[in-house]
């Protein structure tokens, strides 16, 4: 089973290396939507077993440049999970409150807890790509940001949650083709943000910007993948197939534990029945 690209820990990446075309030659749309649904009753499985095993929680990343598809994945990949152990956090431009923190203050509020799957849409790397590329802050403060976002996600690994980033990898030509297909819909225009035209500008500041993040941020605890993404269906399924493969990876602790709540809670059922005197 082909996967999302993962990034080794301690690589360099340089983004025209990776085809945003690519696709697992072994399938088509058709054969890809059948591949997905079975994976996403799947990962429904896996989410239950999360929630009831009150250990591990998943928090999965996803940036990528606009129209890369953060929202359509969303939409495909989690369509079977149970929204009562399922949050989306999206993140937006920092409120004047949220400015007056740090920049992962706003970020750590929103993990997920034991047994939750939270998903971010867009995330605390915002703070070292829009941030450095328009310098809303000087380089002197977002350059010492990977460091720090290494530390926090290490911590976050440490408290059991499991975490995958995707990056969403998408052509100028592409992003270019999906602007222009929105604006021609009346049903998708809302979608659009005259800034995202203005932001194209920036294009090569933003993959250098995403190059550095990859780089310098993928680690064994909080691997990246780079997901090719111009074609809709082959991005669902690999970043489908990727959740899965880890997830499956846990199953066993999972039931374990899961087990084990139910044994305790066991014994104290036998406590309270056990005849007085
Ligand atoms: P959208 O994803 O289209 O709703 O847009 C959200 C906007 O918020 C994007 O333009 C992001 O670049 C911007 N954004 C998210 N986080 C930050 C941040 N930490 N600082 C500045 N802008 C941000
Ligand atoms: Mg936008």
């Known amino acids: 089973m082909e996967l999302a690209w993962k990034v080794e820990a301690g690589s360099k990446v340089k983004l025209r290396d990776y085809d945003p075309n690519y696709v697992d030659k072994h399938t088509d749309p058709t054969s890809a939507r059948a591949e997905l649904e079975v994976l996403c009753a799947e990962l429904g499985e896996l989410q239950e077993l999360l929630a ?21 994945t969303i939409r495909h990949v ?69 460091v720090a976002i290494n530390n926090f996600e290490r911590l976050l690994a440490q408290n059991g949650m499991i975490i995958l980033k995707f990056y969403l990898h998408i052509s100028n030509e592409e992003q270019e083709k999906r602007l222009l297909a929105r604006q021609k819909d009346k049903t998708k225009a809302w979608k659009l943000s005259a800034a995202d035209w203005a932001e194209r500008k920036y294009w090569g500041a933003y993959q250098e910007a995403y190059e550095d993040a990859l780089s310098r941020c993928s680690t064994d605890e909080a691997p990246w993948y780079i997901v090719p993404a111009n074609k809709k269906w082959s991005r669902d399924l690999l970043v489908a197939r990727t959740l899965v493969d880890t997830l499956r990876q846990y199953k066993d602790q999972l039931l374990d534990k899961l087990v084990l709540r139910g044994e305790q809670e066991l014994a104290r059922i036998e406590q309270i029945q056990k005849p007085a005197g």
Not at 53 to 66: E, I, K, N, R, T
Not at 114 to 126: D, V, W
Request: glycine letters at 8%.
């Open 78 to 146: 989690f369509a079977q999970v149970n929204p009562q152990g399922c949050e989306v956090r999206s993140f937006k431009a920092p409120t004047n409150r949220e400015q007056a923190h740090d920049f992962l203050w706003r970020i750590h509020r929103g993990t997920p807890g034991r047994g939750i799957i939270t998903i971010f849409n867009r995330s605390h790397y915002e703070d070292v790509l829009v941030v450095r590329v328009h310098n809303l802050v000087p380089e002197k403060v977002w350059s010492r940001r990977y």
């Open 52 to 72: 009831a095993a009150q250990y591990h929680s998943l928090l999965v990343v996803l940036q990528g440049m606009d129209t890369s598809g953060k929202d359509g």
